[in-house]
Structures are given as C-alpha cells and as structure tokens.
C-alpha cells in the first residue's frame, strides 16, 4: 500500500479501511507542517495546526472530488486554516526576524560570524516574505519551497496558471526592491 496513489488511498478509507489515512498523513505532515511553521512561527502552535488540518481532511473527505488530485485539495485546507489562524491571532504573532540571537561579541569566532550573517540574510528574506500578501507569499512558497509546478498552484488557488505566474513574478520583484536590489518606492 506504500505506492498506491493519493486517489486510491482516499477510496480505500472511504470504504472502511480507515487506517491507510495514516499514510496520507505520512505523506503530507511535512509540507502541511512547513505552511503551519511559516504562518504560526512556534512550533508547539504549528504542531496544533497541522493535526487540526488532517482532522478537517479526514472529516472531509468524502468531499473530495476523485477526478481531481488529491495534494491541491489537501493544501487549499490547510491554506484555509492557516489563513484563519493568521486572523484570529494577529495581534499575537512574533515575527521570527524580531528574534534576538543573544550572544556576546567576544565569543563570536568567524565561523559563528559567518553563520550569523547567513541567519541574517534568512531573517531578511522571511521580513520580505512577511510584506508579501498570504495569496502571493504562498504562492512563491508553493513554487520554491515545495516545489510544485504552476498548474497545481493554480488548482489550490482556483487561479489561471498566467495569473499565477504574474502573482510569483510581481512578488518576486517586490521582495528584491525590499532586499536592496531593485528601484521602487517599497513594498506595496
């Protein structure tokens, strides 16, 4: 049961079989895990959002349409759910560039100074991401991160795979106006 498809799992557990719905779980904890992280930034909190995801899939799941795939439905979820998270907590959001790594100079060896920079850049490129609108922050991360072509993102946001494109470009461009490489007014 290891390579059955998403689609013939999703039967399967429709029929009865309901302990296969832990290798979709198996499957899609981390990429649903990542979209928890990226919004919530605690990972206590993520953990909570993740398994809240796969209880909304499972009770679900006979929603879902078998003539389409299985991995954009799943993810249009969890979207939905960290969208909602997102709301309900905004007040309460730490920003993980606003983390302080608090170690004194003089124990800083240029390896450290090194990886200090490299957490920097990191740092600057979540703050950009952060500026992003959530459609378009999640597309790119969609694209980069998951790597998952264009057509399945256009499948999660009910969008045209051109619409798509511009959204990645456009936020793209943005993100390198905000990182110093670009001519613009800033982020919009």
Not at 53 to 77: C, I, K, M
Not at 101 to 113: R, T
């Given at each position: 049961?290891n390579?059955?498809?998403?689609?013939?799992?999703?039967?399967?557990?429709?029929?009865?079989?309901?302990q296969?719905?832990?290798?979709i779980?198996?499957?899609?904890e981390?990429?649903?895990?990542?979209?928890?992280?990226?919004?919530?930034?605690?990972?206590?909190?993520?953990?909570?959002?993740?398994?809240?995801?796969?209880l909304?899939?499972?009770?679900?799941?006979?929603?879902?349409?078998?003539?389409?795939?299985?991995?954009?439905?799943?993810?249009?979820?969890?979207?939905?759910?960290?969208?909602?998270?997102?709301?309900?907590?905004?007040?309460?959001?730490?920003?993980?560039?606003?983390?302080?790594?608090d170690?004194?100079?003089?124990?800083?060896?240029?390896?450290?100074?090194?990886?200090?920079?490299?957490r920097?850049?990191?740092?600057?490129?979540?703050?950009?991401?952060?500026?992003?609108?959530?459609?378009?922050?999640?597309?790119?991360?969609?694209?980069?991160?998951?790597?998952l072509?264009?057509?399945?993102?256009?499948?999660?946001?009910?969008?045209?795979e051109?619409?798509?494109?511009?959204?990645?470009?456009?936020?793209?461009?943005?993100?390198?106006?905000?990182?110093?490489?670009?001519?613009?007014?800033?982020?919009?």
């Amino acid at each position: 049961m290891n390579n059955a498809s998403d689609e013939t799992l999703v039967q399967l557990v429709l029929k009865g079989e309901t302990q296969l719905f832990a290798k979709i779980v198996e499957r899609y904890e981390w990429p649903v895990y990542n979209l928890m992280y990226r919004y919530c930034r605690s990972e206590p909190e993520a953990d909570d959002l993740t398994q809240d995801v796969f209880l909304r899939v499972y009770d679900r799941l006979s929603s879902f349409n078998r003539n389409r795939r299985f991995f954009p439905w799943l993810y249009t979820l969890a979207v939905n759910r960290a969208n909602d998270w997102h709301r309900s907590n905004a007040a309460k959001r730490t920003n993980l560039v606003e983390l302080h790594w608090d170690i004194p100079e003089a124990e800083v060896s240029a390896d450290q100074e090194e990886k200090m920079l490299s957490r920097e850049e990191v740092g600057n490129l979540y703050k950009a991401l952060d500026e992003l609108p959530d459609v378009t922050r999640e597309m790119i991360m969609l694209r980069y991160q998951q790597e998952l072509p264009v057509f399945e993102i256009a499948d999660i946001f009910k969008a045209s795979e051109s619409a798509v494109k511009m959204r990645i470009a456009r936020g793209l461009a943005k993100m390198k106006v905000f990182l110093g490489g670009g001519r613009h007014e800033g982020m919009e």
